[in-house]
């Protein structure tokens, strides 16, 4: 087959990011099974915390990282690290109050999230030079590609989970992605790179985050902040719930296995049949605003009713949502900021500026928690009904803020940005509209 054939590239990147997506579904589910047992719920506002703390200076290490070997090394590096140290941690992780169970619970989310935003640079990379059709439908497959390994991953831990502990699903994860290095390293040989380097520029400012200063990356900071907020607060409230109902650690890997099935099978039906639909109707900045919308009623319902089940319907349209047809229309959200500074950009703002967020929050919630359950003992179930009406509150904020990324040029954002956002909401392509990342692509 043509190396320069759309269908041929896309292979390659949707393998690579479906096994991805897979070994942390698994990893993730081993994770909460263990942590969420006993006190572990009582620990994740300080996990949260501590993930927020080390953002920044995990954010610019790895820039640093691939200022200085390049961005193909610092892949295969981030990886092989990844994959070591769950593969040297797992077998002595046990349930319960735990200082390396507690550092692997940050350490997943952390590396995993790294290793995704530097997956989706290598797709973006590979289909630099392709036709834009071509490329969007390619996007649209990888994507879907590593929902339907969510959705796989869920099956494979929920297969496992009765025949083996949980962490040795972690461990199973870890194994995946050593088999996935190997296929980056082909994929890096067979499309060498189409990115070229960056020139220096005369009008260099100081720091690493110095593009933030304009007002349309501005406002994607807001909105990735009061995002993160809305989700934080949404998955503490899943968590006490499920914690809540003392499963033991099976029961609990069982419980989070079905619960990832569903989430993925949930957002691969949306990625598949409603993602193209919405943008085509309503564009980005329209569908931007599906995910807070849906939640406004999803969290007034959780604040009337207070159940589990309303809880859980509200973390799954969450985690659908998002996983679909936000994240897919959200990359593109980047495409008017210069392309030699998108990176920084989206490193900032999803790495850096929605974990700050997440750690303010984290830290009120652990206030609270230090009153209603001073050392991890409670008398009676945990009443979150005061998170569940800022839940609402947040996400109405957050709808607000989204509604200003609709017209860029009120925000004074550069004509060259208002212009490429304009074309992202009214260009159309046969069969399916642009979709998920077009992120570090080249802005000709």
Known sequence: MNHNDPRYKTIFPAVILGLTTA?????????DALFFQGKGVFQLPVATMAIAAASLPLAILFVKVMKTWGARPARIAIMLFAAVVLTLTAPFLQAGDSTLLFNVFIFIPGVFGIMFASLWLLASDIFEKTPKPDAARAFSKIGASSLAGGMTGGFLAKGLSPLVEPKWLI?????????????????????????????????KRSGYFAPLSKPYAMTLLFISMTGALAGLLIDVQFYISAASASMGSKGNANFFANFYIMLNFSSLLLQLFATAKIQDKIGVGGGLMVLPFALVGGAGFASAAATAFSLAVLRVTEGGLRSSVHRSIWEQAFMPVDSSERSLVKIAVDGVGARISEGIAAGAIYIWMQRVASGGVISAPLNTAWMAWLTLATVILWLFV????????????????????TELECERFPDQCPCTTELGKGIP
């Open 23 to 31: 070994a942390f579904i698994i990893a993730k589910t081993g994770r």
């Open 171 to 203: 461990f199973t994860g870890a194994l995946i992605i050593l088999a996935v290095v190997g296929l980056v390293v082909q994929a890096h040989r067979k499309f060498p790179t189409n990115i070229a380097p960056k020139q220096d520029r005369d009008d």
């Open 402 to 421: 989204t509604q200003r990324l609709r017209a860029p040029s009120q925000q004074q954002a550069p004509a060259r940005a208002t212009t490429l956002l």
